[in-house]
């Protein structure tokens, strides 16, 4: 770790360092904290480590913090409302069908398990809003002043949100660390002695599994002759590392008061061999372990596999076909997975999109988290974009419309275009880059290469749980289920904590 002093002039010595470093160690280890060594797992035996985490919580405004919760029913409404308007989602992403396969797939899938007669009117959803602060004064910005700081979107995550359990974890293990009193050195300042009244609590587990709960209770009784028992269908992707953070939502099913049964199976080849549809589209699943002739009715369909244009071969289009047909509820439908694209993000920038949506209010406070996006189409946005790209493309960020990190072109954006043949361009959007006030906290991250201290940005993501009827009525259910919060240090452009770009922490409300 590099001892150079921190700006707040208190940097932990060496040996105040260890001494939090072992307690976190065995509090992550002690509560599952950690991530699968694939490579190294055996029949009896795999290998782990922790996942990244920031040695103190990281000072966030309260305010814009609250906000964000705040305004998360307003975005589950949003997306909703997009949900079961096809034809504007249809025209924000048609662009795509033709340059991305994964766009390609899903409008094919939709319009196949159309074709078939859509048999399930309910839909669920789990959100995330992802956030990062900006300032608006970059001279000498106050990160904390709210005047000069305000709260703007990265993306809006409508398909496998990952990051719940491990945002909930770092909660608990800080407020652990500050209740113990384990950074209360004697020679430390009063600000770097976080209280755990400033770190709020996490629930992101019991609202996660809450909503699958509710979801199964709304489909009801097994509808099939077959089967005599609902449960919820947990669909993810094999050779998984990261159990720690989907298992937690399926044990809390199984421990409610009233019971949930949940059961996993692989992407692709599995849900072909291990499920049926009835005539009726009830979806069957016939558990492998049981030799018996009793199928399980599937209620909810829980996707954390699937996003990945790899993942849609024959059969894995096949597999999603049969799930997207069935009456079992989709957590999320096919139409709320497109809406994911950032190209309905950029989309929604337009002018008068929002209140196609939304009322005049509430689309206004939805527009001040947004910064400037670009098409790079023909429109006058897009020549526009256009524009910028000959003058200066410095403060801007190419994304296309695919999930998973890596995607993203941050620096030299015109030479990247120049080598992409024209025909693809569409299916990027040019965004404006988020500012991120100067005076940035400074904090030591725990990774599996090591601990560093320097200068930081966090991101505030909100989870949003949402459950509604294809038409026009009230949802059925619409809340703020929790946040996630990750730091990376400021220099690094990427942001994902299972592939190693920055880490888990607690925002320190102040
Ligand atoms: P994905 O998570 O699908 O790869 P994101 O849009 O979340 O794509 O971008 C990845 C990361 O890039 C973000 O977590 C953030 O750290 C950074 N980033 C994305 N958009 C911006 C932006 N407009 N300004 C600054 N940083 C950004
Ligand atoms: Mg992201």
Redesign the pocket.
Known sequence: MSSQSSQGGFLPSEEQVLALLSQIQDWQINHGFLLKLLESETEHDVLSYPVGVSLYPTPFPKSLFNRAMDIQSIYNELYVAIARDETWLYDATKELIHTESLANALWGIHEQSKAAGAVQEISAAIFRS?Y?LHTTNTKSPDPLDESETTLKQ??FNTFSCAGASHAKRVADMHRYMARTGAYNFKDAPEHHRPRASSLPRNDNVESLASLLATAHAAYGAPKSQASKQTAVLYIVQPYNFNVADERPIEYALWEREESVPTYRLDWGEDIIQYTTLTETKELLFHPPWLAGPDPVEVSVVYMRAGYEAHEYNHIGWQARLRLEQSSAIKCPSILSHISTF?KVQQALTAPGALERFLSPDKAALIRKTF?MMYPLDQSAEGLRARKILHDDSSNY?L?RSL???G??IYDGIPDFLASTPPGAWPSYIL????KTPASMPRNILISRTGVEEGLTVS?LGILGTCLWKQTKEPLLHNTCAGWTFKT?FADV???SVVKGYGCFDTPLLE
């Open positions: 992802d990062m990265v993306e950032k910064v960020i994304k999930e998973g990190g995607n993203n965004m404006e880059r988020i991101e990376k452009d990427e942001m």
